[in-house]
């Protein structure tokens, strides 16, 4: 339990003096006191009613209607990660003014960005949660993911978010984790030691890998063939993009089974989205992994889709690079 600032508003919400009674306006509360600094909590109901009421003959039913109106109200937002649902207060960096917040324990939601240690080192005093509001997603009201757990509950609606944030769920064609990026790239690490171990006498054609097969001559070939709808300007762009990449790796390396691997993604989408996503990436997100610009272009696609590339509704880019990111960025923080 934390401390936090409640707002006097907050007892004449007309959405909360008609939907919750007296224990529920005070289980909202509390809240905001279990939350952690992201906004994040565990919508566990028996572990809230521990926390917000240890002493009293509050039900468990109850503890879940409470909790099920607030995300029908929308004061709550649900996500799900690896099987598991967590809840965000969705006004909470609304209303707390958070001077040194801690590093977030539980999984963050898609549209939560923290920035700590990592970008800003020992200076704790820029640490800072930054919300992305475009990509919270707007929940039909009569869905929720805590609703009884019984064999007689209806199924309740889940979201694939972007993968904006990497404890996001993903789709199937996206399970490569951060993990077995690396376990591929140690693969091939120990591959190269051997081949040099063995005096380096093993030709292209007849290299083998560690499973034994024969490796495959192509790989230059094939990345070329998949560089090949871009442009020499795009696909300096690329390269840009891999020397950034790499150093979010140990070894400051991208295997090139890794950049063959997203290009045949890339390639689901008009190089145009491509380009606008890397520059993204590379503007704002330098210490993120490729999985974050997966997110991104998935994203600029919808938009695309709805006539609002670029966070111009009814207007599409019309010149690359030029104004893209500005556009994108004064949509998403506005």
């Known amino acids: ?14 959405d909360i003096i008609a939907n919750l ?91 939560v960005v923290w920035h700590g240690e990592q970008e800003y080192g020992k200076e704790k005093h820029k640490w800072h949660y930054e919300v992305l509001p475009e990509y919270i997603p707007n929940r039909d009201p009569k869905s929720s ?6 064999e007689s509950s209806s199924v309740t609606e889940t979201y694939l978010f972007d993968e904006y944030s990497t404890n996001s769920r993903r789709t ?28 380096g006498g093993v030709g292209e054609e007849g290299s083998k890998n560690l499973s034994g097969s024969t490796a495959s001559p192509s790989t230059p070939s094939l990345i070329e063939g998949l560089l090949s709808r871009y442009s020499p300007e795009q696909r300096q762009l690329i390269e ?23 290009l045949e993604y890339w390639s689901r989408y008009p190089p145009e989205i491509v380009m606008e996503a890397l520059r993204i990436h ?17 994203r600029l696609k919808r938009e695309a889709e709805r006539g609002e590339f670029n966070g111009r509704p009814g207007k599409s880019r019309t010149s690359p690079g030029k104004t893209g990111i500005q556009d994108y960025e004064s949509f998403v923080l506005r």
């Open 1 to 14: 339990m934390r401390r936090r600032i409640l707002n006097p508003e907050f007892f004449v919400d007309p």
């Open 21 to 111: 009674d007296f224990g529920g306006r005070l289980f909202y509360q509390g809240l905001w006191c279990v939350a952690e600094d992201s906004g994040v909590f565990d919508p566990n109901p028996l572990g809230l009613k521990m926390k917000i009421f240890p002493g009293d003959n509050i039900d468990i039913a109850t503890i879940q209607g409470y909790y099920q109106t607030l995300v029908r109200l929308n004061k709550v937002v649900e996500f799900e990660v690896n099987g598991r649902t967590y809840a965000w207060l969705k006004n909470f960096h609304k209303h707390q003014k958070l001077d040194r917040p801690s590093p977030p324990s539980l999984p963050l939601p898609p549209w």
């Open 145 to 150: 993911l805590i609703a009884e757990h019984s």
């Open 172 to 199: 199937d064609d996206e399970q490569t984790t951060t993990e077995e990026n690396r376990k591929e790239e140690k693969l091939k690490e120990e591959k190269e030691k051997r081949t040099e171990s063995e005096g």
């Open 240 to 262: 840009d993009y891999w020397e950034t990449i790499r150093f979010t790796r140990k070894n400051a390396k991208i295997a090139d089974s890794i950049k063959i691997r997203e």
């Open 282 to 298: 590379l503007a704002r997100y330098p210490t993120k992994e490729e999985a974050y610009t997966r997110g991104i272009m998935r």
